[in-house]
């Protein structure tokens, strides 16, 4: 296939089973959803880590960490018959690759399947704040990620991946971490998502059960969501502060401004990858003057929402192209992938 994908060439379906949620949700039973490769890499680039983390000084470094995530899923996924399927190379590696590429495939998906599901727009690894937590909490089984999401209400979630088919210790174990953490910010959790990404018949597929309760040792959590919303928001912004990138012939991006659906966004263009990065100007701003992020960040990402639902249904459309090559997430970041990502589509 070459040049652009039509209006839904690109669109890719992914089968989930959820069990164990609270009847309100309505989600109970096997659905399915639909998503995109720019959703994907959107979902990949934005699950916060301490490894990520750790070197926001250096854009060079935060550009090199999104190179990496959008390179592991172009490496090991391909779209086949509307399905996602495992690549060639995928099948290529060895066990402890294949677990590695199979846990950063869980994670993307329990960060897509938060935000399609709950509209939980920022999620962040506990990892990040091995500093501060308390080291048995780190030392027990603790879950992967917090989330919140527009009514600033937290989620717990673990996220797994398997490179072949469900296992029922393996979402027994899932659940179990997720009742290790008790409340976040001073507040019950409105969920607690045991998530597991496998692959059913050679199509990737997604299992979400919501434990009941948290265990009776579990830990509390506090922190402010100020610093939540600055530590999500780092690595993006690292990627357009001049301090800390490299010399344009050397990192080889090129920043530029675009005003898209009445925002606008600072995009920087990865060549390495066919793909481009964007974060909502304001929200960029708001990050580089040190000041109080959460109103001005909740204020940008409602609007983005509301003109979201205004599409019907099309996260982006844009004169760049279908929703198909464009996302914009409801945190303020873009992504919009070249014709490459469809040249291996069957």
């Not at 979400?208 to 969501?225: H, N, S």
């Not at 990065?277 to 003057?289: K, N, T, W």
């Amino acid at each position: 296939m070459t040049g652009s994908p039509g209006p839904s060439d690109g669109m890719m379906t992914v089968k989930y089973r959820a069990r164990g949620c609270d009847p309100k949700y309505g989600m109970n039973g096997d659905r399915s959803t639909t998503t995109t490769w720019p959703e994907l890499v959107h979902a990949a680039i934005t699950v916060g880590r301490r490894g990520w983390c750790d070197v926001l000084k250096h854009g060079k470094y935060s550009l090199l960490e999104m190179l990496y995530r959008a390179a592991m899923l172009r490496a090991n996924l391909r779209r086949s018959q509307g399905r996602i399927r495992k690549s060639d190379a995928y099948h290529g590696l060895d066990p402890s690759e294949k677990a590695a590429v199979s846990y950063f495939i869980g994670l993307t998906c329990a960060n897509l399947m938060a935000r399609k599901l709950f509209d939980v727009r920022w999620l962040m690894h506990l990892d990040v704040y091995h500093k501060i937590l308390r080291p048995h909490l780190l030392e027990s089984g603790r879950p992967d990620l917090v989330g919140e999401d527009a009514m600033e209400r937290w989620y717990v979630i673990e996220a797994k991946g398997r490179s072949h088919g469900l296992a029922g210790d393996v979402v027994a174990k899932a659940k179990e971490q997720t009742r290790k953490l008790g409340t976040v910010c001073g507040r019950v959790p409105r969920l607690r998502v045991a998530s597991v990404a496998h692959f059913s018949r050679g199509s990737l597929s997604i299992h979400l059960e919501d434990p009941v309760g948290q265990d009776i040792d579990a830990i509390d959590w506090d922190f402010t969501e100020n610093q939540f919303l600055r530590d999500y928001y780092d690595p993006f912004a690292a990627l357009f502060d001049q301090k800390g990138r490299l010399d344009a012939r050397e990192s080889r991006i090129d920043a530029q401004s675009e005003r898209i659906n009445g925002t606008d966004f600072l995009v920087e263009d990865l060549p390495d990858v066919d793909l481009a990065v964007g974060l909502a100007g304001s929200i960029y701003e708001a990050h580089r003057a040190a000041v109080n992020v959460r109103d001005e960040i909740h204020e940008v990402t409602n609007a983005l929402a509301r003109r979201r639902r205004s599409f019907r249904g099309m996260d982006a459309p844009t004169a760049h192209g279908s929703s198909d090559t464009v996302f914009i997430g409801t945190d303020g970041i873009l992504v919009r992938v070249g014709p490459s990502w469809f040249e291996r589509d069957e």
